[in-house]
């Protein structure tokens, strides 16, 4: 992020005090930040606070202008490499998606044409709400980004979705989309495929059996392979982020139910990436209603799922196959026979017991297997760093014919 100009606006929700930090590590990443608070964040964070973490005066009314020589609001729309809104609060994104522009921040969102990137934050039933989600979409089709926030223990006492994300998860989304822009597209032309997230198998209406499978490393491998050139189809399971924009999004809850979806679209694809975390087992028989509580013990029949990444080892002609691999122990030995088995041309494997790394995590740690053995090892990285690095490396395998 060196030399990029971020406007960082701060809206009166109280994680504004995450947004000290936030400001802090912009600046340390290289970047000159701006920031504008609405009147209502100076009331839980002082503005000299940011001034001091930012070396950069604070904008908090309009009419404060401190250049006679421009109009400050339309000066700091223009100059914005992107636009940073941590917290979002419910009242700005209404503000956004209605055109409304009654203070510094909201004025400058209606000036810049540069990219937005929103980290909303709230109470869960205010995010959860029609009016806030109805915002949102209608801001995602204009092409705002969203930042996701947390599931937790709010402010107010409620636990749900509304914390905002950690300062360290932004700053690397934000690396993230400036590193999209300068990308060669590696994956021009290419039709891609992708998994994510984890499958469902019923045993009746309300109980199911899966796994913890967020789809965070499936979505980073998605929005990498778009910002690559490619032609997307992500086919998602259970998950718990919100869908990448600009990919065709298909969903499939059971293993049956994907493998289907898989294999109807396998022929036409390029590159296909199995990163969801699909169920070995499904119920044999899923009851069309509750299953009453009758007795101490319910024994339930389990029967083996098909294996979907090896048919596509099987069926492969010309698609470049890469498998992934979730191990707690033995991890090289683990990948490379599942490579070798299921006839794959790249293996990604983590070892899911590390604290940086696996399920529901924005970080992950992964190495990357070829027939010879581990091809690449990466260190602690964010998932869409990570999902860079895993399609730079089947890009230059496609391009070299897929040699190892």
């Known amino acids: 992020m060196k030399g990029k100009t971020i406007i960082l606006g701060v809206c009166g929700g109280i994680a504004a005090y995450k947004a000290a930090a936030l400001c802090s590590k912009l600046t340390q990443a290289g970047a000159k930040v701006h920031v504008v608070m609405t009147e209502s964040a100076t009331k839980l964070v002082a503005p000299a606070t940011f001034q001091a973490l930012s070396h950069e005066a604070v904008r908090v009314d309009t009419f404060d202008e401190l250049d006679p020589k421009v109009i400050s609001h339309i000066d700091l729309a223009d100059r914005a490499d992107a636009v940073v809104i941590a917290p979002a609060t419910a009242n700005m994104l209404a503000k956004m998606a209605h055109g409304i522009a009654d203070d510094m921040l909201s004025t400058i969102l209606l000036a810049t044409?540069?990219?937005?990137?929103?980290?909303?934050?709230?109470?869960?039933?205010?995010?959860?709400?029609?009016?806030?989600?109805?915002?949102?979409?209608?801001?995602?089709?204009?092409?705002?980004?969203?930042?996701?926030?947390g599931v937790g223990q709010l402010a107010c006492g409620y636990v749900g979705k509304g914390r905002l994300e950690e300062p360290e998860a932004i700053v690397e989304y934000v690396k993230a989309h400036f590193a999209s822009l300068e990308a060669p597209k590696l994956l021009a032309g290419k039709k891609v495929m992708i998994t994510?997230?984890?499958?469902?198998?019923?045993?009746?209406?309300?109980?199911?059996?899966?796994?913890?499978?967020?789809?965070?490393?499936g979505f980073a491998l998605a929005e990498a392979a778009r910002d690559m050139g490619a032609d997307v189809t992500l086919i998602a399971?259970?998950?718990?982020?919100?869908?990448?924009?600009?990919?065709?999004?298909?969903?499939?809850e059971s293993a049956l139910e994907m493998e289907a979806e898989v294999l109807s679209r396998y022929n036409e694809m390029d590159l296909v990436v199995k990163a969801a975390a699909v169920a070995d087992y499904r119920p044999s028989e899923t009851a069309a209603q509750k299953i009453k509580k009758t007795g101490e013990t319910l024994n339930v029949t389990l029967v083996k799922n098909p294996d979907i990444l090896e048919e596509l080892g099987r069926r492969k002609e010309h698609q470049f196959l890469i498998g992934f691999a979730a191990e707690t122990e033995q991890l090289e030995s683990y990948a490379m026979d599942k490579l070798v088995r299921k006839n794959c041309d790249l293996l990604v494997a983590n070892d899911v017991s590390q604290d940086q790394a696996g399920f529901g995590k924005d970080?992950?740690?992964?190495?990357?297997?070829?027939?010879?053995?581990?091809?690449?090892?990466?260190?602690?990285?964010?998932?869409?760093?990570?999902?860079?690095r895993i399609l730079q490396v089947a890009a230059e395998r496609m391009n070299a014919g897929g040699k190892a």
Do not use: C
């Not at 934050?121 to 980004?145: F, S």
């Not at 259970?238 to 924009?245: D, G, K, L, N």
């Open 363 to 388: 970080t992950n740690i992964v190495t990357i297997f070829d027939k010879n053995g581990p091809a690449l090892a990466l260190p602690v990285l964010g998932k869409r760093e990570t999902a860079n």
């Open 237 to 252: 399971a259970r998950v718990s982020e919100a869908f990448p924009s600009d990919v065709t999004v298909i969903r499939a």
């Open 196 to 217: 994510a997230g984890g499958t469902v198998e019923r045993l009746d209406p309300v109980r199911y059996f899966t796994n913890d499978s967020s789809g965070k490393m």
């Open 113 to 149: 044409t540069s990219p937005i990137l929103a980290a909303p934050a709230m109470n869960v039933h205010m995010y959860a709400h029609p009016a806030t989600q109805a915002n949102m979409e209608i801001l995602r089709e204009r092409g705002v980004q969203f930042i996701e926030p």
